[in-house]
């Protein structure tokens, strides 16, 4: 049966305070957390999971109280909040409920694969979720399930605003969807694959080949000749020829310059 996921877009349309001010322009974290959430939404479907807005897009804000209510009536399997933050720092980061072991698990997998895609964490990139602290947050307290809220950069840093509004929200968008989902593709024993692009279709390989080459790269990350990533990627069935083609340059490369 197919998991169910609350993709949670953080605050409303109406919401006051949240977002950030630049020259006459006020942007709106939820503007960004819509996009993020949209894209992590069609990320999640194309995978098998049920997704469930609790806060729709672009939309007014629906309650905090009424979406975790909602969230454990329905039994959902996940909760996944996302949102922007501001105070001056920088970095990517994830609260979790300080008693939950498997949001804490999320939490950690989130800042592990959120170093990987390039970005930077906030302090280690995971927050435990207390009460009585600045960490006591809603979503992450009043839900039944494992709930982890993130926070995707800070709006009032320079670089990071680049990415969350700026010249380079198309692109930082799509990663920080796109990790997500692995993220939580991972975190359910789903393979993640990435859509195609330009580079070409991902490869298919019947079982015994896959696993063949698999083996060999991995024989071959281990003497060093090329990352080890490469056999991580082949293995969770995303490579494209492309990337055969430049592990074969790297490769050849490599022997070139002994």
């Not at 979790?96 to 800042?111: C, G, N, P, V």
């Not at 694969?113 to 009043?142: D, I, P, Q, Y």
């Not at 080949?209 to 490469?230: N, P, T, W």
Request: proline content about 2%.
């Amino acid at each position: 049966m197919a998991k169910t996921i609350a993709v949670d877009i953080g605050h409303g349309t109406d919401t006051s305070g949240k977002g950030v001010s630049r020259g006459s322009t006020y942007y709106a974290e939820h503007s960004f957390n819509s996009d993020v959430g949209l894209q992590l939404k069609a990320e999640l479907e194309r995978h098998g999971f049920n997704v469930w807005l609790p806060q729709p897009a672009n939309a007014k804000e629906v309650g905090l109280t009424e979406r975790t209510n909602e969230a454990n009536r329905k039994d959902v399997d996940l909760y996944w909040s996302i949102h922007a933050n501001a105070g001056g720092a920088s970095g990517v980061c994830a609260f979790y409920w300080h008693t939950s072991s498997a949001a804490r698990k999320l939490a950690e997998d989130f800042a592990k694969e959120m170093r990987a895609a390039g970005f930077s964490t906030h302090g280690s990139g995971t927050h435990a979720s207390k009460r009585g602290s600045w960490t006591n947050l809603h979503v992450c307290r009043e839900t039944s399930m494992p709930a982890v809220l993130t926070e995707n950069g800070f709006m009032d840093n320079a670089a990071d605003f680049e990415g969350i509004f700026g010249s380079k929200r198309k692109e930082y968008r799509q990663r920080v969807a796109q990790t997500h989902a692995k993220v939580i593709c991972e975190y359910f024993g789903v393979v993640y694959k990435p859509k195609e692009t330009e580079e070409g279709e991902y490869m298919e390989l019947s079982g015994n080949r896959h696993d063949r080459q698999v083996a060999i790269l991995e024989e071959l990350a281990e003497k060093g000749i090329i990352h080890e990533k490469h056999a991580k990627e082949m293995k969770a069935g995303e490579w494209r020829k492309s990337d055969a083609i430049y592990v074969l340059y790297e490769i050849y490369a490599r022997e070139l310059l002994k």
